[in-house]
């Protein structure tokens, strides 16, 4: 049986010292307003944003109105999984240099922002302790950020959606409907930035406000697991959503329990050039001599919107947000330009196979090819009879007669298949075993 891979975005590189933004539209039979722009991950270590906004790419629709969703907006910190490695980039917003490595992103960003289409702006962090208006200890008092809905003043004159503080209102009523526990209950925290709180005024949202674009940010608790972080933050956009006139129907039950599965998708991929794909979880911690080509720019789709690769002490970390899902030892070789198709047979039925397929196997396959073929087939793990026969193909490939500590799986079910024409890296395919 073949398993049918859907990519539905790209998004990062290996060698970049910064990495630009997702922006994805989400429109609706409906043109009507309101237009919203979703902005998470512009602190690399917050991942309850670009995770809840990962989700919210996957399993929400809109109804009515317009959403644009920007996932990933500081790709390089996240994949580093640091605060911000060219300084805080919710500081940006007022002046920057342009010798500011962040410069273009920041740029690009502020031109979404203003774009005529754009009414409303909402920001997604995450913030240690929990808000309150009064000290009551140290996780819980006024220099506190978690779980609150944050406003820079209450009205926005000669805004679309200016009332600021109704809107807050709303997500606050909305996410406390449907609390966890009492101590995760919001609050309204208004910074009042333009009279109080000047190291506010560099902010993203502050500059939405001043260009008379409401805005606002949801700030959900550090001291939570990832799952509930990411359950506050959609809820807070629902309310959102919801308070200003957007309409969007959501394809799971909004619960912690059901985000961790959906955060856990066994059905997650990654594809590594159009020659390679893999299944993202449960993968070994280090996979060895890998190929990859040899190219400072490495393009990778997933069907998951906050996948990527970066080098990092000789070796390359594939990541899923801050998740390290692998670590290659890499084997740099020239990849061919085209993908090729092969006949396997899988469990005695033939049918053709392009290069970057994951198929599954009940018991045997063998890639078949012509005697005077001018490919090589080399089955990871695979310990023929005769050793110093130099090609794998046409050779019946049995799960016993695998090495496992070659499979790329932790449950050493998944196998890989290296095609070369010479030295050439023509493609693989992932053969995974269902016994």
């Not at 999984?81 to 060219?86: A, E, L, M, S, T």
């Not at 190291?199 to 949202?205: C, P, Q, V, W, Y």
């Not at 959906?262 to 996979?287: N, Q, W």
């Amino acid at each position: 049986m073949r398993v049918l891979t859907l990519f539905i975005c790209i998004w990062a590189f290996i060698d970049a010292k910064t990495l630009d933004f997702n922006l994805v539209k989400m429109p609706s039979k409906s043109k009507t307003s309101p237009h919203v722009l979703l902005i998470g991950g512009i602190q690399g270590d917050e991942p309850g944003g670009f995770n809840a906004l990962n989700l919210f790419l996957q399993y929400y629709t809109i109804d009515k109105g317009e959403v644009w969703v920007i996932p990933n907006l500081n790709a390089h910190s996240i994949l580093q999984n640091h605060r911000g490695i060219y300084g805080d980039m919710n500081r940006k917003f007022k002046t920057l240099k342009s010798s500011d490595p962040e410069y273009p992103i920041i740029a690009r960003l502020k031109d979404i922002i203003l774009d005529d289409r754009i009414d409303f702006v909402f920001h997604l962090h995450d913030g240690s302790g929990f808000y309150r208006e009064e000290f009551i200890s140290n996780v819980l008092n006024p220099n506190r950020w978690g779980n609150c809905s944050i406003i820079d003043q209450e009205k926005l004159e000669g805004a679309k959606y200016g009332d600021l503080l109704t809107y807050s209102k709303n997500i606050v009523k909305y996410v406390n409907d449907n609390a966890l526990k009492d101590l995760h209950l919001y609050r309204v925290r208004n910074t009042h930035t333009a009279k109080e709180d000047k190291e506010m005024e560099k902010s993203l949202t502050y500059f939405a406000v001043r260009n008379k674009k409401g805005a606002m940010a949801n700030e959900a608790s550090k001291n939570l697991p990832l799952n509930e972080r990411v359950y506050y933050h959609l809820l807070a956009i629902e309310g959102m959503l919801t308070g200003i006139g957007v309409k969007f129907d959501r394809r799971f039950d909004l619960n912690p329990k059901t985000i961790q599965q959906l955060i856990d998708d066994k059905g997650a991929k990654v594809e590594i050039t159009p020659l390679i794909a893999l299944p993202m979880i449960g993968l070994r911690k280090k996979i060895s001599h890998f190929p990859l080509p040899n190219l400072d720019l490495i393009p990778v789709k997933s069907n998951h919107f906050i996948v990527g690769m970066i080098k990092k002490n000789g070796g390359v970390l594939l990541k899923y947000g801050n998740r390290l899902i692998t670590q290659f030892s890499p084997l740099y070789l020239n990849f061919a330009r085209e993908k090729i198709d092969l006949e396997f047979e899988i469990d005695g039925k033939k049918q053709k196979v392009s290069m970057g397929e994951i198929v599954r196997v009940r018991d045997n396959f063998k890639v078949i090819l012509p005697l005077d073929s001018d490919l090589r087939v080399n089955i990871i793990g695979f310990s023929p009879n005769n050793k110093n026969y130099p090609n794998e193909a046409n050779m019946n490939v049995k799960y016993s007669s695998l090495i496992k500590k070659y499979s790329i799986d932790t449950a050493q079910k998944q196998y890989r298949v290296e095609v070369y024409r010479g030295k050439t890296f023509m493609g693989m395919v992932i053969v995974e075993f269902e016994n």
